[in-house]
């Protein structure tokens, strides 16, 4: 069946919950400024960085679906791009590597007007899926592979090998799960040079070479080191990049 929710509004509404509901940190535009005290000062503003790349799920509910028989129906799925049309999900894996929480975020909804009615009641991020692609793995072939869960069981699986995928964080949970997995990080003094090294982090995973980076060496001149690296995020890794704050 064909989905009614985008990811565009998907991932519209489920920024603003974050931003506006968890006090996340958008870096779009410059939240840095005007602070007067030195970048050493224990007071100073910190936090970790926050990848989350939307899918748009697929509501099934015939009875030929062809997954029903892992989490019965009705269900839900998203698919990862095949190896020959992006390299985006090993991309995500590694910059899990690099330190970051990552995730892919999905809704367990799938009608406009009950995405309308979880914005308004600030439960959209409670209503959706947070999947970390390092607990998916390297995809194994150049199939299409998909993610299957149901808002009936707790278990989320790869398919079509039916492999179960742990450390799926509900959406109910997600903002003391993913303090909990950063519990062990030291978080970072929000200044420009904290932008400027996932920045570097991003272009060196897409372009060793750096090639992508001399290209791009006007955008980090004329623009905020934070939004610069929201830039990259989006255009590099097709992600909507946040701050976690202490």
Known sequence: MKRKVSEFSYGFVLTHEMVNSFGYLPTDVSHLAKRKKKEEDESAPRGYPLFL?????????????????LVGLPYFRFALHRKTQSNQH??????????????YATPKIHEAVNLNSAFFDRQVAALSLFVSPAEIGELPDNETHRVVFSNRVEQVYFCPSQQPIYGVIPGERFPEAVRERLAGVTPSVLDDAFYHRIAADMVSLVSPNRRIFDELSRGKAEMAAATFANYLAKTLFDCELLVIGE
């Open 90 to 103: 090993q991309l995500l894996i590694e910059l899990e590597k690099k330190g970051a929480a990552v995730f």
């Open 53 to 69: 790349q939307f899918k748009a799920s697929e509501y099934m509910k015939r009875r030929n679906a062809g997954e029903s028989k």
